[in-house]
């Protein structure tokens, strides 16, 4: 039974509507009243007598039906709502860190056609089940390191899962408890209880007590003939690899069950609106305008009324208006690709700058994120202000994500090699190139077995370079990009750093 103690209206300001519907019908039936001009010139006892036609008055006019058209679309767009809104189970709102395994026994073939590229299949597959929500990425060997934040965009994800490999890895091994540790800190600043999903061939028992400590609840698809999950079988939900989608449903009806959680907005719950449930009624009592003696004067009055009672748009008129919103329409283009369509249509500043960042505005997207204050825009608006060689101000959209999210591994990144950048002078315009390392001419003498074994020292690069190449990355093969990027924490986290 709903609780009405709960109920009101999510949008009051609407119920203005029903008194003007109510004085609207009022001054009608008093302007169309036959009897009301004889009332003053002839006896109430006569003029009972003297009307033909009276029975016809109180019957079904066509101000009934526009007044009953105002009154229910008033109520409808005040939003009347008395329950709070779960995460709809279809959608799967929970969030989700994916923990794929990228070590060199994923490279194994027994599984076609890789255990690697079936677990990225299974990835993507578990991105489309749940359309709409939050998963990140964390690619895992020897170390761990965060590929994407959670996110909604399932093509990013896409683009970023295809890239991974053993060979952007900078460490050998398997190291799934540091896997599950990055994917805690990405949900510790979640709204809703999220999961970690791990594609895996196996977890050493080493890896155990991390397993047995975890914060949020844990899935594993087994890749792989071997039992190679049974340290952690007891503790954790393992999936078995299927050659159809059971697996992946079996994944999603797990992070279902034991995640989520009531959603907010803006630090708000969100309750449910069943002004949604007025349209039928409101479809069915406008079909009467098709009714004989329905006059084209009151359609076209009811017609009106409802356009002006709709919100006026924001946007030049168009078709998809009557059906979709800015947003969603933003969105139809930016799942197409269309990204400088979809900046045009979004009213949302933080998509409206994604969709420029993807077009290549970056001034575009620099705008819209300059006015918002969340950890992620300001980590994008940092990325987009390093594009465009403005260093100074990108550290300082990177420390202020770092404050909103304290330990972001992603930011700080970004924000040492910035700061590199910034600390190392600019080289001079006659300055040589550096040595390329590469031979003039290779011969091969097959006659004379002369010459020593040896090592050659090169020298790293240096952090200028390894600036340029990450600003390179952000707009250049992935693969690369990641390969750099993991190196270079990896190299933090020898130094001391960041894990």
């Known amino acids: 039974m709903p609780d009405l103690a709960e109920f009101h209206f999510m949008r009051p300001a609407w119920l ?231 697996d992946v449903q079996a994944i999603a009806d797990s992070v279902r069950s034991r995640g989520g959680g009531l959603e907010e907005v803006d630090g708000r719950e969100r309750w449910k609106d069943f002004g949604f449930y007025l349209l039928y009624p409101i479809v069915a009592i406008a079909l009467l305008a098709f009714r004989p003696g329905f006059g084209l004067r009151w359609s076209a009055s009811a017609t009106l009324v409802l356009l002006l009672a709709a919100p006026a748009p924001a946007t030049a008129f168009s078709f998809a208006d009557l059906w979709l919103t800015p947003d969603q329409q933003g969105r139809y283009w930016f799942d197409r690709g269309d990204y400088a369509r979809a900046a045009e249509c979004f009213a949302d500043p933080f998509w409206r700058g994604a969709a420029c960042y993807r077009a290549g505005d970056l001034e575009c997207a620099t705008d819209a994120w300059e006015g918002l204050d969340s950890p992620e825009a300001a980590y994008d608006l940092g990325n987009a202000r390093a594009r465009r060689g403005q260093l100074e101000a990108a550290v300082a959209s990177y420390e202020r994500a770092l404050v909103l999210r304290p330990g972001w591994a992603d930011a700080r990144t970004n924000l040492e090699i910035v700061r590199r950048r910034l600390e190392t002078p600019p080289a001079a315009e006659d300055d040589p190139p550096p040595p390329t390392f590469e031979a003039d001419d290779v011969r091969f003498d097959n006659d004379r077995n002369e010459g020593t074994r040896g090592e050659v020292d090169l020298p790293g690069l240096s952090d200028e370079q390894i600036g340029e190449l990450w600003l390179k990355g952000l707009k250049s093969d992935p693969a690369e990009f990641l390969r750099m990027k993991f190196a270079f924490q990896s190299e933090a986290a020898v130094r001391g750093g960041s894990r």
């Open 16 to 246: 203005l509507i029903l008194p003007a519907g109510v004085a609207f019908f009022l001054v009608v039936s008093r302007r169309e009243d036959p009897v009301r001009p004889w009332r003053d010139v002839i006896a109430p006892e006569l003029l009972g007598h003297l009307v033909v036609g009276e029975a016809r008055v109180g019957g079904l006019r066509p101000i009934h039906v526009l007044v009953a058209l105002l009154l229910l679309s008033g109520v409808a767009l005040a939003g009347p709502t008395w329950e709070r809104e779960t995460p709809p189970i279809d959608a799967d709102r929970a969030p989700v860190v994916i923990a794929l395994d990228v070590s060199a026994s994923m490279s194994r073939d027994d599984v076609a056609p890789s255990r690697l590229e079936r677990a990225k299949q299974k990835a993507r597959d578990l991105i489309g089940a749940r359309a709409g929500a939050r998963t990140g990425l964390i690619a895992y060997a020897g170390s761990a390191h965060v590929v994407l934040p959670p996110t909604e965009d399932p093509d990013l994800l896409a683009h970023y899962l295809q890239a991974l490999s053993p060979d952007v890895m900078p460490v050998a091994g398997k190291d799934a408890s540091a896997a599950l540790a990055e994917a805690e800190d990405l949900l510790a600043d979640e709204p809703i209880l999220g999961s970690v999903v791990f594609l895996t061939d196996g977890i050493e028992a080493g890896d155990r007590p991390a397993f047995d400590r975890a914060l949020r609840p844990v899935v594993a698809l087994a890749v792989g003939p071997e039992r190679g999950l049974a340290p952690v079988e007891d503790v954790v939900d393992v999936v078995e690899l299927t050659v159809d989608d059971r």
